[in-house]
C-alpha cells in the first residue's frame, strides 16, 4: 500500500500562489498514476488534474488550465500542484490520490486507490 500525506495549503489573497505537496510513502511513487481533487463545503468532489507514471501525460480540468501545474518528481517519491493566479472560487479541501495501473483517457471518472487526508487551501476576496 501507499499513504499519501498533502502539506502547502493555507490562506492566500485573490491572485496569489501556492504550491502543494503530496509526499508518498510505502510504496515507490512511480508505480501510480497520480491526481490532485478538491472539494469546497456544501459541493461535490471535483477533478483538478493528473499525471502518469512518467508524467508524460497530463490531464487538467478546464477551470485550472493556465493556472495550475501538476508535477512529480519519483526521486522523490512526491508529486506537486503549483497554483497561480488564484481565485476566492479555488477554495476547498485539496487531495492527493494514487492509482495503481497505467494511463487510461478521462483519468477523472477513474478509480483512485488511496487517498491524502487533504489541505485547506481558502483564498481571499
Known amino acids: 500500500q501507499v499513504q499519501l500525506v498533502e502539506s502547502g495549503g493555507g490562506l492566500v489573497q485573490h491572485g496569489g500562489s501556492l504550491r502543494l505537496s503530496c509526499a508518498a510513502s510505502?510504496?515507490?511513487?512511480?508505480?501510480?498514476?497520480m491526481g490532485w481533487f478538491r472539494q469546497a463545503p456544501g459541493t461535490e468532489r471535483e477533478f483538478v488534474a493528473a499525471?502518469?507514471?512518467?508524467?508524460?501525460?497530463?490531464s487538467y480540468t478546464d477551470s485550472v488550465k493556465g493556472r495550475f501545474t501538476i508535477s512529480r518528481d519519483n526521486a522523490k517519491n512526491t508529486v506537486y500542484l503549483q497554483m497561480n493566479s488564484l481565485k476566492p472560487e479555488d477554495t476547498a479541501v485539496y487531495y492527493c490520490?494514487?492509482?495503481?495501473?497505467?494511463?487510461?483517457?478521462?483519468?477523472?471518472?477513474?478509480?483512485?486507490?488511496?487517498w491524502g487526508q487533504g489541505t485547506q487551501v481558502t483564498v481571499s476576496s
Open positions: 510505502g510504496r515507490t511513487l512511480s508505480n501510480y498514476v
Open positions: 499525471i502518469s507514471r512518467s508524467g508524460i501525460s497530463i
Open positions: 490520490a494514487a492509482r495503481d495501473g497505467p494511463w487510461r483517457s478521462a483519468p477523472e471518472s477513474l478509480r483512485y486507490d488511496y
